[in-house]
C-alpha cells in the first residue's frame, strides 16, 4: 500500500477497539516470568556458556595474547580469537569492528571469547588470560578535539537562514551562552544477550535487538555469510533505549563461539561491560545565541553544537529542533565533529533533540528573564505554523500553544513567582519551571502478514519488536479494529525474520509505522475476506465478528471454511513527508524543591502535555511518557560518565556509581494528550510518543531550580555542588 495522499475516514476511525485504554497482553507473561527473553530462550539444546574477554586499553595493539591457561581450564570447549574467527567484515550500522585484536579501538572491546560448560567455568578462565599491550596515545579529551573540530555536512559551513549575524548584531535584546551535556549510557534493564547455533551453514540467533533486519543484515556482513542463512529471533527485549538498534558483540561472539564449539552458546555481556563495549550517547559542548526585539520576536537565532565519535562516526545531532520550533527569519545551525578514541557514540532515546532541548529550553528561559517576560508567553509569542527556512511547507498538525496554554492552566503555572529564589516551604527553595517538546516523526516502510483461520483467530506476522512499549497490544488493537473482532480474538506474533520486515522499533517511529502496515496487511485480508464470501466490497463492514453488506450478515470466520485465509502488504511512503513537516510537540512543566542547607534537588511533581497524533492505546502511551520523563530526570539531576582522560574510559561503568532515578526520586507525574489525528502520517493517522515525553524534560528542571534557587547551572547534570555556594543566604 503506497501512502501519498492525506488519508480519508477508514476502520480505525470508529475507534472501537483503537484509542481506548488496553492492558498490555505481554504482561502477564513478563510479570510472572514467562516471557522467555534471549539468554532464555529454551529452543537451543544444551548450550555451553560464553564469556568475552574486553581490551584493558583504550587504544594501541597487543604484541601477544596467551590464552594457554585459559584453554586448560577447567570445563573450557574453546576460546576464539580474531585471529582463530579469520577475516570479519563490519555492519553497516557499526562504526567500529566488534571484535578487536591485533589493533585496540577502544576500552572494553572484545578481543576474545571464552566457551565453557558453565558460565563460572567461563568466567574464571576468561581471568587467566595474559596480554601483553603496547599503548598509545589516545584522543580522550572532546574540549580539546573540538578546538580543531571541523563542521560536518552542508559542504563544512553553519546552514544559515537570511543574515543571523546582521541580525543578531541589531537586536535590541540578546543572550550568547555556553551549555554541556555529557556522555550517558542506556543503562537497559536485560544486558545484551544472545544464543547462537548452528545447523550445517545455517544460524539460529535468539538475541536482544530492536531492529530485526538491520541486525540481520549485519550480522551477515560481519560473518561474511548469506543473510538468507541466518535466522534472527528477538521476541521479548527488557528495554533497549537505542542501544540495541545495532548488531553488537554478544551476537557475533555467540555465533563465533558456537561455530567453534559444535554446539549452541549463548552470552550476556556482564555490566561493567555495557557501558565501554556498546553505544553511549555522547557529551556536547553547545553554543546558543538568541537575539529579538523588546516585543520578544525574534530576529535571529543561532545553535552550534560539537560532539566527539570514533573514526567514520557521527555527530550528536543537537540543533535538529532548533531548526523547526521557533520562528524567527535570520539563522544559524552547525554541527562539529571531533574524532575521539572513546568507546562509540550513536543513538540514544531521542537521539539529537534530547540534547539539544536541555541547551536550547535553558536558552528561551534565559532570553525570555531579559525581556521580562513570562517563558511560556515568549514561547507562544515565537511560535510558527511553517518551516521557518521554507515558509511554502506548513507543518501537518502542530499544536505547541494548546500544549503549552492548557499545560500552565493545569499546572498552576500563574502562582509561580517570576522572582527567583523567593518562594520557600520550610527548609525547601521552591520553584516551578517549563519548557517546549518536540521530536520529529519518521516514516519508515513496515510490513506484515495476517491469517484469517476457520474458527475465527485472527493472527499477526511481523518482524517488528517490542521493547517493553507494548507493540503486541497496539498491532492487536490494530487488527482487531480492523477485521471488527475483540482483542482476544487477535494472536500476534513478533521478533522473527521469518515474519515481514516491519519498521523496528526506534527513533518514535516504531507505533505509527508498524500498526500501518499491519492496517494495509489487514485491508488485502478485508479484500479476501468479501471475496470469499461473495460480498461486494462497497459499504461492507466489519463488526463484531461479522460481515455486513445491506441485509446480509455473515459470521466473519466461515470466510476461511475452506482453509486458511492469508494476507500480506507493507505500508511504503509517497511525498507526503516532503510537503507537510510532520512532527510532534509537547510542553512540560515542573516543580522542584531545593534544600537551602544542602543544595540538594527534589522534584516535587510533574506534568506533561503531549499531541502526537492519535493515541492508539492511551495506557501503554502514558507509560512510556513517564518513563521517558523519569530519564529526563536523571539527565538533569545525576546521570554522567564520568571520562578517565588519561587512560580513555568510563570510570562508572556499573549501576553503582552511574546514577539514574530511583522511586524515591520520582513524585506524582501527569500525562495529557491532546485530542489529535494526523492524515498526513499514514492511515493510522497516529506518530509517535516515547521520545517526546524526554525532550524538553531536563531543561524544564533546570529552569525550577533556577526559579527555585536564583543560580543559572547550565553545565548537566545539575548536582548540588555546582551551585551550593551561591545559593541565596540562610534565613
Known amino acids: 500500500m ?10 480505525i476511525d470508529r475507534m472501537s477497539v483503537v484509542g481506548r485504554a488496553q492492558d498490555r497482553i505481554d504482561g502477564p507473561l513478563k510479570t510472572t516470568g514467562l516471557a522467555p527473553y534471549a539468554y532464555e530462550q529454551r529452543e537451543a539444546a544444551n548450550p555451553a556458556y560464553g564469556y568475552v574477554i574486553g581490551s584493558a586499553i583504550a587504544k594501541g595493539t597487543f604484541r601477544w595474547l596467551n590464552l ?17 574467527a579469520g577475516t570479519l567484515g563490519k555492519g553497516q550500522f557499526n562504526t567500529v569492528k566488534l571484535l578487536g585484536g591485533p589493533e585496540v579501538d577502544h576500552y572494553h572491546q572484545a578481543i ?13 578462565a576468561a581471568a ?24 560536518v555536512g552542508n559542504g563544512g559551513e553553519p546552514a544559515t537562514v537570511g543574515d543571523f549575524k546582521a541580525a543578531f548584531a541589531a537586536a535590541a535584546v540578546k543572550i550568547d551562552a555556553e551549555y554541556t551535556t555529557p556522555d550517558h549510557t542506556h543503562a537497559m534493564m536485560e ?26 543484515g549485519d550480522l551477515a556482513r560481519t560473518l561474511n555469510m548469506p543473510k538468507e542463512k541466518i535466522h534472527f529471533l528477538s521476541p521479548y527485549i527488557g528495554g533497549g533505549f537505542g542501544g540495541k538498534l545495532f548488531l553488537r558483540t554478544d551476537a557475533v561472539l555467540a555465533a563465533l563461539g558456537a ?3 559444535a554446539r549452541p552458546v549463548k552470552i550476556a555481556l556482564p555490566r561493567p561491560f555495557m557501558a565501554n563495549n556498546s553505544t553511549h550517547r555522547p557529551a556536547t559542548r553547545q553554543r546558543i545565541r538568541i537575539g529579538a526585539g ?15 565519535d570514533q573514526p567514520g562516526g557521527g555527530p550528536e545531532s543537537a540543533t535538529a529542533q532548533t531548526e523547526l520550533l521557533y520562528a524567527g527569519a535570520n539563522r544559524l545551525t552547525a554541527l562539529r565533529l571531533a574524532v575521539l578514541d572513546l568507546p562509540e557514540g550513536n543513538a540514544m532515546r531521542a537521539p539529537g533533540e534530547a540534547p539539544g532541548m536541555m541547551a536550547l529550553e535553558i536558552a528561551m528561559d534565559e532570553m525570555a528573564e531579559k525581556l521580562g517576560m513570562d517563558p511560556v508567553a515568549f514561547r507562544i509569542k515565537n511560535d510558527t505554523q511553517v518551516d521557518p527556512a521554507k515558509p511554502e511547507r506548513r507543518f501537518s498538525q502542530r499544536q505547541l500553544v494548546r500544549c503549552l496554554t492548557e499545560g500552565a492552566e493545569r499546572f498552576g503555572w500563574s502562582r509561580r513567582n517570576a522572582v527567583p529564589g523567593k518562594v520557600r516551604d520550610g527548609r525547601w527553595l521552591v520553584g516551578m519551571g517549563v519548557a517546549a517538546a518536540f521530536r520529529n516523526h519518521i516514516n519508515r516502510a513496515s510490513g506484515a502478514r495476517v491469517h484469517l483461520d476457520p474458527d475465527g483467530l485472527i493472527t499477526v506476522e511481523t518482524d517488528m519488536t517490542d521493547i517493553g512499549t507494548g507493540s503486541y497490544t497496539i498491532i492487536a488493537q490494530t487488527a482487531a479494529e480492523m477485521m471488527g473482532v475483540p482483542m482476544d480474538a487477535v494472536k500476534v506474533k513478533l521478533g522473527s525474520s521469518t515474519f515481514p520486515v516491519a519498521a523496528g522499533s526506534g527513533g518514535q517511529w516504531g507505533a505509527a509505522n508498524a500498526t500501518a502496515g499491519v492496517y494495509a496487511a489487514c485491508v488485502k485480508l478485508r479484500e479476501a475476506v468479501l471475496q470469499s464470501l461473495g460480498i461486494e466490497a462497497g459499504g461492507a463492514l466489519f463488526e463484531g465478528g461479522y460481515v455486513r453488506s445491506g441485509n446480509r450478515s455473515t459470521e466473519l470466520h466461515k470466510a476461511a471454511a475452506a482453509g486458511r485465509l492469508t494476507a500480506e502488504d507493507r505500508i511504503e511512503f509517497g511525498e507526503l513527508a516532503e510537503k507537510w513537516q510532520l512532527s510532534t510537540f509537547g510542553a ?20 506533561a502535555v503531549c499531541a502526537a497524533g492519535r493515541i492508539i492505546n492511551p495506557k501503554s502511551a502514558r507509560s512510556q511518557v513517564i518513563g521517558a520523563m523519569t530519564m529526563g530526570v536523571g539527565g538533569a539531576l545525576m546521570e554522567e560518565l564520568a571520562v578517565d582522560r588519561r587512560f580513555g574510559f568510563f570510570v562508572n561503568h556499573d549501576l553503582a556509581s552511574y546514577e539514574v532515578p530511583v522511586h524515591a526520586d520520582i513524585p506524582h507525574q501527569e500525562v495529557i494528550f491532546l485530542e489529535e489525528a494526523d492524515d498526513k502520517a499514514n492511515p493510522m493517522k497516529a506518530k509517535g510518543v516515547g521520545e517526546l515525553g524526554l525532550c524538553g524534560v531536563a531543561a524544564a528542571i533546570a529552569n525550577a531550580i533556577y526559579n527555585a534557587t536564583g543560580v543559572r547551572v547550565r553545565d548537566y547534570p545539575i548536582t548540588l555542588d555546582k551551585h551550593l555556594n551561591q545559593l541565596p543566604p540562610l534565613t
Open 128 to 151: 587467566m588470560a595474559r596480554v601483553d599491550y603496547d599503548r598509545t596515545q589516545g584522543r580522550f579529551d572532546l574540549d580539546q578535539a573540538l578546538k580543531t573540530a571541523p563542521v
Open 259 to 261: 561455530k567453534a564449539a
Open 112 to 124: 576474545a571469547i571464552v566457551v565453557a560448560e558453565t558460565f563460572e567455568q567461563a568466567r574464571a
Open 191 to 216: 544486558p545484551f544477550a544472545s544464543i547462537a547455533a548452528w545447523q550445517g551453514d545455517e544460524l539460529t540467533i535468539w538475541t536482544s535487538n530492536q531492529m530485526i533486519d538491520w541486525g540481520r
Open 2 to 11: 503506497k501512502f501519498n495522499v492525506p488519508a480519508g475516514t477508514n476502520p
Open 588 to 607: 512540560h512543566f515542573v516543580e522542584v524543591g531545593v534544600d537551602a542547607y544542602t543544595g540538594a534537588t527534589r522534584i516535587r511533581r510533574m506534568l
Open 294 to 308: 523588546r516585543d520578544g520576536t525574534i530576529a535571529a537565532i543561532a545553535h552550534e553544537s560539537g560532539s566527539g
Open 68 to 84: 594457554d591457561a585459559v584453554r586448560a581450564a577447567p570445563g573450557v570447549i574453546s576460546v576464539v580469537t580474531a585471529e582463530d
